[in-house]
């Protein structure tokens, strides 16, 4: 029997410092909220995560800083934050769409690494829940 957390379960463990972005894109895209149990702390295959969200900006100088930083953490084995995303179905950009964690991920795909560990929604897939009915 899979037992499902909710957004707010998991960020009560981890804060995850983009909490509300989070949440208004949960709303806005997936028709859920905070409330809903279908979460999952997994690890998930870096190649899977949208590829449209690949810094390929020479000219992001913050991002590419926040990035080479993140990358030596990795390097040194050192605990990053969970990445947030949505499983969905697959397609051309991958399996799981992105909600937080946009560096870590590039950091994980420059250093090629297989996976990430991540809070996964399963939202009407995997035997998740369908979308939270209190929020239409
Ligand atoms: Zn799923």
Redesign the pocket.
């Known amino acids: 029997m899979t037992t499902w957390a909710t957004l707010a379960d998991l960020n009560k463990t981890e804060p995850c410092k983009d909490y509300g972005a989070v949440l208004d894109t949960l709303e806005a895209d997936y028709n859920s909220t905070e409330n809903l149990p279908c979460w999952q702390t997994e690890a998930v295959p870096v190649d899977e995560v949208d590829r449209y969200q690949i810094i390929d900006d020479p000219d992001d100088e913050d991002g590419r800083q926040k990035v080479e930083l993140l990358r030596e953490a990795l390097r040194r084995s050192a605990p990053l934050p969970p990445i947030v995303v949505v499983?969905g179905p697959t397609s051309e950009r991958g399996t799981y769409d992105l909600l937080d964690g946009r560096h870590r991920f590039n950091a994980a795909h420059e250093e090629r690494l297989s996976s990430l560990s991540a809070w996964v929604a399963?939202i009407g897939?995997?035997d998740?829940p369908s979308p939270d009915p209190a929020s239409t």
Request: charged letters at 0%.
């Open positions: 499983h399963h897939c995997c998740g």
